[in-house]
């Protein structure tokens, strides 16, 4: 039986993201080149983006590697909470994090930031 995959990528995203990570082929995120940098985040770009509902789809990564929400310094969490508050509320509609069973990314913690679609003619469906 063949197993249905469930996925925010694009039939051909997700091909590609799955063939890079069976030739092991992926990137660390940490060592993606940052959009922008703050003293404790950055921004970098999703080489794999959930481009079926978003047409931007960034990730907010720590500087200091971490795994977990709850390994986060105390000055991290006040960035993290200016950031919010000050940049990433007025460049995305959406701030989120997948649970840590349905991390693709497990060893460094990390928030989606994403933009919809203007419209659904922009969709890739």
Do not use: Q
């Not at 993606?32 to 789809?57: C, G, L, M, Q």
């Not at 200016?82 to 928030?111: C, Q, T, V, W």
């Amino acid at each position: 039986m063949t197993k249905l995959v469930v996925t925010l990528r694009t039939a051909e995203s997700e091909h590609e993201y799955r063939v890079a990570r069976e030739k092991k082929l992926l990137k660390p995120i940490a060592d993606e080149t940052p959009i922008i940098s703050f003293n404790y985040w950055r921004i970098v770009d999703n080489r794999y983006p959930y481009d079926v509902a978003f047409a931007k789809h960034h990730l907010l990564i720590p500087i200091r590697k971490f795994a977990e929400h709850s390994d986060m310094n105390l000055e991290e969490l006040c960035e993290l909470n200016e950031l919010h508050s000050n940049y990433i509320a007025y460049e995305y509609h959406m701030m989120f994090e997948n649970m840590p069973g349905a991390r693709s990314i497990k060893d460094l913690y990390h928030i989606h930031l994403a933009r919809y679609y203007n419209n659904r003619t922009e969709m890739s469906l």
